[in-house]
Protein backbone atom coordinates (compact mmCIF):
# COMPACT_ATOMS: atom_id res chain seq x y z
CA UNK A 1 0.00 0.00 0.00
CA UNK A 2 1.09 3.48 -0.72
CA UNK A 3 -0.07 6.76 0.77
CA UNK A 4 -2.03 8.79 -1.60
CA UNK A 5 -0.69 10.67 -4.19
CA UNK A 6 0.39 14.65 -3.30
CA UNK A 7 -2.65 15.93 -5.53
CA UNK A 8 -5.19 13.82 -4.32
CA UNK A 9 -8.07 15.51 -2.70
CA UNK A 10 -8.18 14.31 1.21
CA UNK A 11 -11.63 13.68 2.73
CA UNK A 12 -9.60 15.35 5.87
CA UNK A 13 -9.57 18.74 4.35
CA UNK A 14 -12.68 20.33 5.09
CA UNK A 15 -11.47 20.23 8.84
CA UNK A 16 -8.19 22.29 10.75
CA UNK A 17 -5.12 20.32 9.25
CA UNK A 18 -4.70 19.02 12.83
CA UNK A 19 -7.71 17.44 13.65
CA UNK A 20 -8.43 15.78 10.49
CA UNK A 21 -10.09 12.23 11.95
CA UNK A 22 -12.78 11.04 10.28
CA UNK A 23 -16.16 10.03 12.02
CA UNK A 24 -16.94 6.43 12.01
CA UNK A 25 -18.41 4.80 9.08
CA UNK A 26 -17.12 7.49 6.48
CA UNK A 27 -15.24 5.83 4.40
CA UNK A 28 -14.29 1.93 4.03
CA UNK A 29 -12.87 -0.27 6.16
CA UNK A 30 -8.66 0.69 6.10
CA UNK A 31 -6.75 -2.20 4.04
CA UNK A 32 -3.59 -3.52 6.48
CA UNK A 33 -0.65 -5.06 4.81
CA UNK A 34 -1.04 -8.85 5.72
CA UNK A 35 0.34 -9.69 9.15
CA UNK A 36 3.24 -11.54 9.76
CA UNK A 37 7.00 -10.82 9.15
CA UNK A 38 9.12 -11.86 5.45
CA UNK A 39 12.17 -13.32 5.60
CA UNK A 40 13.85 -10.19 4.81
CA UNK A 41 12.01 -8.52 8.28
CA UNK A 42 13.21 -11.24 10.15
CA UNK A 43 16.49 -10.50 8.95
CA UNK A 44 15.73 -6.64 9.82
CA UNK A 45 14.27 -7.56 13.16
CA UNK A 46 17.35 -8.97 14.39
CA UNK A 47 19.34 -6.52 12.86
CA UNK A 48 17.79 -3.74 15.43
CA UNK A 49 17.40 -5.88 18.27
CA UNK A 50 21.17 -6.45 18.23
CA UNK A 51 21.72 -2.23 17.38
CA UNK A 52 19.53 -1.66 20.32
CA UNK A 53 20.64 -4.55 22.69
CA UNK A 54 24.46 -2.97 21.66
CA UNK A 55 23.46 0.86 22.68
CA UNK A 56 21.51 -0.61 25.91
CA UNK A 57 24.06 -2.62 27.64
CA UNK A 58 27.07 -0.22 26.66
CA UNK A 59 24.88 2.49 28.31
CA UNK A 60 24.53 0.25 31.17
CA UNK A 61 27.87 -0.54 31.27
CA UNK A 62 28.72 3.07 31.49
CA UNK A 63 26.65 3.61 34.80
CA UNK A 64 27.88 0.67 36.35
CA UNK A 65 31.71 2.35 35.57
CA UNK A 66 30.50 5.61 37.34
CA UNK A 67 28.84 3.76 40.12
CA UNK A 68 31.52 1.89 41.27
CA UNK A 69 33.46 5.37 41.06
CA UNK A 70 31.02 6.67 43.61
CA UNK A 71 29.83 9.35 40.93
CA UNK A 72 26.17 7.65 40.83
CA UNK A 73 23.96 6.04 43.14
CA UNK A 74 22.49 2.17 42.37
CA UNK A 75 18.57 4.20 41.47
CA UNK A 76 20.62 6.18 39.18
CA UNK A 77 22.47 3.32 37.23
CA UNK A 78 18.42 2.18 37.08
CA UNK A 79 17.64 4.94 35.08
CA UNK A 80 20.23 4.77 32.37
CA UNK A 81 18.92 2.69 29.79
CA UNK A 82 15.46 4.45 30.37
CA UNK A 83 17.71 7.69 29.79
CA UNK A 84 19.02 6.45 26.76
CA UNK A 85 15.44 4.88 25.39
CA UNK A 86 13.30 8.15 26.52
CA UNK A 87 15.80 10.40 24.62
CA UNK A 88 16.30 8.20 21.26
CA UNK A 89 11.77 7.71 20.90
CA UNK A 90 11.23 11.94 21.99
CA UNK A 91 13.98 13.24 19.70
CA UNK A 92 12.54 10.21 16.50
CA UNK A 93 8.71 11.89 17.87
CA UNK A 94 9.35 15.63 17.52
CA UNK A 95 12.00 15.65 14.42
CA UNK A 96 9.55 13.03 12.07
CA UNK A 97 6.24 11.57 13.51
CA UNK A 98 5.10 14.72 15.02
CA UNK A 99 6.07 16.72 11.85
CA UNK A 100 4.82 14.19 9.89
CA UNK A 101 1.05 14.25 12.22
CA UNK A 102 0.96 18.12 11.64
CA UNK A 103 0.94 17.39 7.89
CA UNK A 104 -1.33 14.88 7.32
CA UNK A 105 -3.33 15.09 10.45
CA UNK A 106 -4.96 11.76 11.53
CA UNK A 107 -5.08 10.35 8.24
CA UNK A 108 -5.29 6.59 8.60
CA UNK A 109 -4.28 6.44 5.18
CA UNK A 110 -1.05 7.57 5.81
CA UNK A 111 -1.08 6.84 9.07
CA UNK A 112 -1.11 3.24 9.62
CA UNK A 113 1.85 2.44 7.10
CA UNK A 114 5.03 1.01 7.91
CA UNK A 115 8.46 3.00 7.70
CA UNK A 116 12.27 2.16 8.55
CA UNK A 117 12.42 4.07 10.92
CA UNK A 118 9.15 3.37 12.72
CA UNK A 119 10.01 -0.48 12.84
CA UNK A 120 13.78 0.66 14.24
CA UNK A 121 11.98 2.94 16.75
CA UNK A 122 9.39 -0.06 18.11
CA UNK A 123 12.34 -2.48 17.83
CA UNK A 124 14.00 -0.08 20.17
CA UNK A 125 11.87 0.16 22.82
CA UNK A 126 11.18 -3.74 22.66
CA UNK A 127 14.54 -3.93 23.02
CA UNK A 128 14.59 -1.63 26.22
CA UNK A 129 11.44 -3.01 27.60
CA UNK A 130 13.21 -6.73 27.92
CA UNK A 131 16.89 -5.65 29.04
CA UNK A 132 15.51 -3.19 31.74
CA UNK A 133 13.93 -6.27 33.30
CA UNK A 134 16.57 -9.02 32.48
CA UNK A 135 19.49 -7.31 33.20
CA UNK A 136 17.85 -4.97 35.72
CA UNK A 137 17.04 -7.75 37.61
CA UNK A 138 20.98 -8.49 37.77
CA UNK A 139 22.27 -5.01 38.04
CA UNK A 140 19.58 -3.49 39.96
CA UNK A 141 17.12 -5.76 40.94
CA UNK A 142 15.56 -3.76 43.72
CA UNK A 143 14.48 -1.00 41.40
CA UNK A 144 12.65 -3.50 39.59
CA UNK A 145 8.95 -2.62 40.75
CA UNK A 146 5.95 -5.01 39.78
CA UNK A 147 3.77 -2.66 38.19
CA UNK A 148 6.04 0.12 36.61
CA UNK A 149 9.09 -2.52 35.90
CA UNK A 150 7.34 -5.90 35.20
CA UNK A 151 3.77 -5.60 34.22
CA UNK A 152 4.62 -2.29 32.35
CA UNK A 153 7.41 -3.69 30.39
CA UNK A 154 5.82 -6.65 29.67
CA UNK A 155 3.11 -5.02 28.60
CA UNK A 156 5.03 -2.66 25.86
CA UNK A 157 7.23 -5.21 24.97
CA UNK A 158 3.73 -7.37 23.83
CA UNK A 159 2.63 -4.15 22.30
CA UNK A 160 5.47 -3.36 20.36
CA UNK A 161 5.59 -7.14 18.71
CA UNK A 162 1.72 -6.82 18.05
CA UNK A 163 2.43 -3.23 15.68
CA UNK A 164 5.44 -4.87 14.02
CA UNK A 165 3.55 -7.69 13.63
CA UNK A 166 0.47 -5.70 11.76
CA UNK A 167 2.47 -3.50 10.38
CA UNK A 168 1.48 -0.74 12.31
CA UNK A 169 4.57 0.45 13.92
CA UNK A 170 3.79 5.00 12.40
CA UNK A 171 0.90 4.72 13.99
CA UNK A 172 2.09 3.87 17.27
CA UNK A 173 5.09 6.15 17.29
CA UNK A 174 2.33 8.90 17.56
CA UNK A 175 2.67 8.02 21.18
CA UNK A 176 6.26 8.63 21.23
CA UNK A 177 6.75 12.18 22.55
CA UNK A 178 5.17 11.16 25.32
CA UNK A 179 8.52 9.49 26.23
CA UNK A 180 9.42 13.24 27.17
CA UNK A 181 8.36 13.29 30.67
CA UNK A 182 10.30 9.55 31.30
CA UNK A 183 13.56 11.44 29.57
CA UNK A 184 12.81 14.25 32.34
CA UNK A 185 12.51 12.16 35.19
CA UNK A 186 15.06 9.58 34.24
CA UNK A 187 17.50 12.71 33.69
CA UNK A 188 16.83 13.81 37.20
CA UNK A 189 17.52 10.46 38.17
CA UNK A 190 21.49 9.76 36.73
CA UNK A 191 22.04 13.59 37.87
CA UNK A 192 19.98 15.03 40.58
CA UNK A 193 21.23 18.61 39.58
CA UNK A 194 19.03 18.34 36.46
CA UNK A 195 15.92 17.67 38.15
CA UNK A 196 13.07 19.48 37.29
CA UNK A 197 9.62 18.10 39.30
CA UNK A 198 7.52 20.60 37.89
CA UNK A 199 8.68 20.84 34.50
CA UNK A 200 8.36 16.85 34.34
CA UNK A 201 5.05 16.96 35.94
CA UNK A 202 3.77 20.22 33.05
CA UNK A 203 5.05 17.61 30.59
CA UNK A 204 3.53 14.56 31.48
CA UNK A 205 0.22 16.50 31.88
CA UNK A 206 0.61 17.60 28.26
CA UNK A 207 2.08 14.93 26.26
CA UNK A 208 0.14 11.93 28.14
CA UNK A 209 -2.80 13.50 29.38
CA UNK A 210 -3.93 16.14 26.66
CA UNK A 211 -2.05 14.36 24.00
CA UNK A 212 -3.07 11.05 24.77
CA UNK A 213 -6.45 12.19 25.17
CA UNK A 214 -6.92 13.55 21.58
CA UNK A 215 -5.43 10.45 20.51
CA UNK A 216 -7.92 8.11 22.66
CA UNK A 217 -10.93 10.10 20.84
CA UNK A 218 -8.80 10.03 17.54
CA UNK A 219 -8.97 6.25 17.51
CA UNK A 220 -12.50 6.04 18.97
CA UNK A 221 -13.71 8.19 16.03
CA UNK A 222 -11.97 5.75 13.84
CA UNK A 223 -12.87 2.38 15.01
CA UNK A 224 -14.93 1.44 12.49
CA UNK A 225 -12.57 1.92 9.78
CA UNK A 226 -9.87 -0.24 11.41
CA UNK A 227 -9.86 -3.90 11.07
CA UNK A 228 -7.67 -3.90 14.44
CA UNK A 229 -9.19 -3.10 17.34
CA UNK A 230 -6.74 -0.40 19.45
CA UNK A 231 -8.63 1.88 21.60
CA UNK A 232 -8.97 -0.55 24.36
CA UNK A 233 -5.75 -0.46 24.48
CA UNK A 234 -4.98 3.40 24.56
CA UNK A 235 -8.04 3.86 27.10
CA UNK A 236 -6.45 1.98 29.43
CA UNK A 237 -2.87 3.47 29.42
CA UNK A 238 -4.54 6.64 29.34
CA UNK A 239 -6.25 5.39 32.68
CA UNK A 240 -2.75 4.53 33.95
CA UNK A 241 -1.55 7.93 33.08
CA UNK A 242 -4.38 9.44 35.00
CA UNK A 243 -3.52 7.54 38.40
CA UNK A 244 0.50 8.36 37.96
CA UNK A 245 -0.22 12.19 37.80
CA UNK A 246 -2.78 11.84 40.09
CA UNK A 247 -0.27 10.27 42.38
CA UNK A 248 2.28 12.94 41.58
CA UNK A 249 -0.02 16.03 41.91
CA UNK A 250 -1.20 14.69 45.48
CA UNK A 251 2.83 14.37 46.64
CA UNK A 252 3.65 17.96 45.25
CA UNK A 253 0.82 19.00 47.58
CA UNK A 254 2.08 16.92 50.40
CA UNK A 255 6.09 18.78 49.70
CA UNK A 256 4.33 22.61 49.30
CA UNK A 257 2.17 22.03 52.48
CA UNK A 258 5.64 20.89 54.61
CA UNK A 259 7.46 23.74 53.08
CA UNK A 260 4.83 26.06 54.11
CA UNK A 261 4.50 24.50 57.40
CA UNK A 262 8.51 24.52 58.07
CA UNK A 263 8.60 28.39 57.24
CA UNK A 264 5.55 29.47 59.37
CA UNK A 265 7.50 27.61 62.45
Not at 35 to 48: L, V
Not at 130 to 137: A, H
Not at 226 to 244: D, K, N, R, Y
Request: hydrophobic share 50%; aromatic share 14%; net charge positive.
Amino acid sequence: RHPPAPGRPSRFSRLPRVLRTCPTGASAMLQLEPAGFTAAQWDMFAKDLAIAAAFMSTALALGKILEHGGRMDRKGVSYVMSLLNAGAMTASAAWTFMPRFLEVGFDLERLFLDSRLSRFACTFFLAFCLLDLLLGSVCYREQVELLTGWIHHLAYAWLMWHVLWHHISDAFCLFLVEELPTFLLALGNVSRPLRTNWLFGGSFFVTRLVWHGYLLWAFLSTRGELPITLWPLVLATFGLHAHWFSGWTRQQVRRLRKRAKAKAD
